[in-house]
């Protein structure tokens, strides 16, 4: 059902209070299908919601906004070692987690309580503590806008980097994700510890052969350590990239600020942290009007309760700004803005 002027403050985990002139929740691929060839999709601006968790509205939108809702998880086929299981598009991520969990499957564990949906998660390769998506991926099927045709990527396809893939650049708007498939390990014994928090929680609690359940733990456990939950406190995770320098400009930083933290990608490429760079431009825990830098991780903005979404951006702009001037290096959202 069309609903129209329909508020999308329960769409977004920054809680930003706008809205969309025609709004749909799409629950059934066959749903999907027919939309696509309807007037309303074809002749105005769209916006596909997931959960909401990797976008600031700094606007009313004044077109179609499809909240995708597409729920299901199966297994696709097993081996003797592996087990591919898929899930629809419009399952939480955290519960298709915690489900490989329950069914004794390896290989999601580092990526747990990651906000948002299946959908989402192939688009930017999420990643978290020594593991991204691309390790655990086999295929996706998404449909293609323009013929509503239902297409198969597999991971080559997909051209995944850091926080990236097709689906970001060239394939824009041109595809809606429906159905994500991971290559899943039967063993829930050969886990990646190699995050160093991870293995401080499990030395704390005396873990010394972990399994994926006991690494699941942990993560979550370093998450609501250091994120705020945006059912409290209005939020869309780390706003920021980490950004990726050369080696020759990480040496001149060195020289300023030898305590700079970094991550050796080879060639020649490290990652500086974005939280570090915010935190010493002073923006850790300052609070700017209704919003600001959270205080125990500077990487995420917050909405203290009535923020607009022009309020969060002008606030990004200002940090990016500062990085810049201090360090010349440039840090880009990781989330959406519209």
């Not at 970001?168 to 990646?192: A, H, R, W």
């Not at 972990?210 to 998450?223: G, M, Q, T």
């Not at 760079?277 to 919003?291: A, F, H, R, S, Y």
């Amino acid at each position: 059902m069309i609903k129209e002027n329909h508020s999308l403050k329960a769409y977004n985990s920054f809680g930003i209070d706008v809205s969309a002139r025609y709004f749909v929740e799409i629950t059934k691929v066959a749903q999907l299908k027919v939309l696509l060839e309807s007037d309303l999709f074809k002749y105005n601006a769209r916006l596909i919601l997931g959960g909401g968790s990797n976008v600031l509205l700094t606007k009313d939108f004044p077109g179609l906004v499809l909240k995708l809702s597409i729920r299901g998880i199966s297994i696709e086929k097993e081996a003797a070692d592996f087990v591919w299981l898929k899930a629809m598009a419009g399952e939480v991520w955290h519960d298709v987690v915690q489900y490989s969990l329950k069914n004794g499957l390896g290989g999601l564990e580092n990526l747990s309580l990651i906000p948002g949906q299946v959908g989402a998660a192939p688009m930017q390769n999420i990643g978290a503590y020594g593991v991204e998506l691309e390790s655990v991926f086999d295929h996706l099927e998404a449909i293609e806008i323009s013929s509503a045709e239902i297409k198969k990527f597999h991971k080559d396809d997909c051209a995944f980097g850091y926080r990236e893939s097709v689906f970001k650049n060239i394939y824009k708007d041109k595809f809606i994700i429906v159905s994500v498939v991971f290559k899943l390990s039967k063993s829930q014994d050969q886990v990646n510890i190699t995050y160093g928090a991870i293995r401080d929680v499990l030395n704390e609690k005396g873990i010394t052969k972990p399994d994926a359940k006991a690494v699941s733990d942990a993560v979550i456990a370093i998450r609501q350590s250091k994120l705020p939950n945006p059912k409290e406190l209005g939020n869309a995770g780390s706003f920021f990239k980490n950004p990726v320098i050369e080696k020759q400009q990480l040496e001149r930083l060195k020289a300023d600020y030898p305590e700079i933290p970094s991550y050796d990608l080879g060639n020649d490429q490290f990652k500086v942290p974005a939280g570090w760079l915010i935190e010493q431009c002073g923006w850790k825990g300052k609070v700017v009007g209704n919003t600001g830098s959270h205080k125990r991780q500077a990487l995420v903005l917050v909405n203290y309760g009535n923020a607009t979404g022009k309020e969060i951006k002008t606030l990004a702009d200002e940090i990016r700004k500062s990085v810049y001037d201090k360090f010349g290096i440039k840090i880009t959202p990781e989330v959406n803005i519209i």
